[in-house]
């Protein structure tokens, strides 16, 4: 994969550095610093940074389901005037993830026009893959942190008191039945396509793609009788869910040939997907049009580059999912 190597960018194929044996290995994500409301630390001690509005800046793109996952949140919780956006192209070309115009990274960053150059400014001497989404510093001029998982928690509490927005997608009473959603799911299906995409044996695409249709068998069947992954409420699981399911039929189908069924063919699942993407500030957060180009720029997987046009999505259409209880989120009045 193109990568830094002592803080230098070295070109690559995409996903080649986390390759073994024919398999696909998801390198760890280096910087897990934490944001809380007045800087105190963060869970496990972490060190942490106080919430303050204009500070920080989410660095991402429509194509990554991680950085989606920081869209959502950042919309549901209300924070579009408090943390800005860069949203790079679609591509993933010999450069890394590439802006089109340069951004503003703050007043001790030069504007970048690559991601590499974030992870450089921070660490001159970087050695490792560069990923979206990046939690940015403007002031320090610094990668707060890039595991989207860190920051999507980050986002769901630290600047309540700025924004007064409560709802809460990781309540203390659902914690247990979340965090035993989030470790199959990512396994299994968000990291589980991947693995069959980047897969260079039959073995090891054969195996990731049996992991991905025996996950999404499971949630059909949860899905026919709760409206939500951990019940009535909306929680981050659904948050980590969506952001597959939205790429399925228009990416992972074709592109990464996920191809037994197709989410469409999943009556629960792809309602359970149209009401997600029906609520305010969802659908902003979903470009097929980038997801397509995205996925199907990746040249050793689709060497001619053509972007196909289809398959047709109708998001819009009725969920048929009001039949089932559902409480919405957390702090909020029930939903119909």
Not at 20 to 31: I, L, N, S, V
Not at 254 to 279: M, T, V
Request: hydrophobic share 40%; proline share 6%.
């Amino acid at each position: 994969m193109p990568q830094l190597v002592d803080g230098k960018w070295e070109k690559g194929d995409v996903a080649a550095s986390e390759m073994k044996g024919g398999a696909f290995y998801r390198e760890p994500t280096g910087f897990r610093s934490w944001i809380t409301a007045h800087g105190e630390p963060g869970p496990e001690g972490q060190a942490a940074l106080p919430a303050e509005v204009d500070r920080y800046r989410l660095f991402v793109a429509y194509i990554c389901p991680w950085a989606s996952r920081t869209l959502m949140m950042r919309n549901l919780k209300g924070l579009q005037d408090v943390i800005s956006v860069s949203v790079s192209e679609p591509e993933l070309a010999e450069n890394g993830w590439t802006y089109a115009e340069p951004q503003d990274a703050g007043p001790r960053v030069s504007n970048i026009r690559y991601q590499y150059e974030l992870y450089a400014a921070t660490d001159p001497h970087f050695t490792g893959k560069v990923s979206v989404p990046v939690l940015w510093d403007m002031k320090e001029g610094r990668i707060v942190n890039n595991e989207s998982a860190d920051i999507i928690r980050i986002l769901n509490t630290a600047f309540d008191h700025i924004t007064g927005n409560n709802l809460d997608f990781y309540p203390v009473l659902l914690r247990d039945k979340i965090d035993r959603w989030n470790v199959p799911v990512y396994d299994s299906l968000n990291n589980g396509v991947y693995r069959a995409g980047f897969a260079k044996t039959q073995s090891a695409y054969e195996e990731a793609v049996a992991g991905v249709f025996a996950m999404l068998d499971r949630l059909e069947s949860h899905l026919s009788a709760n409206r939500y992954l951990a019940g009535t409420f909306f929680t981050e699981a659904d948050i980590r869910l969506f952001v597959t399911l939205i790429r399925f039929d228009a990416a992972y189908h074709g592109a990464f040939k996920c191809n037994l069924r197709r989410l469409a063919d999943y009556p629960n699942l792809s309602g359970y997907l149209r009401e997600i993407h029906q609520w305010p500030g969802i659908a902003e957060t979903v470009r097929i049009d980038h997801i397509k180009r995205g996925y199907y720029s990746i040249a050793h997987i689709n060497p001619t580059g053509i972007v196909p046009l289809g398959p047709v999505l109708d998001l819009d259409q009725p969920h048929g999912r009001t039949w089932l209880t559902g409480q919405g989120i957390m702090g909020e009045a029930p939903i119909a």
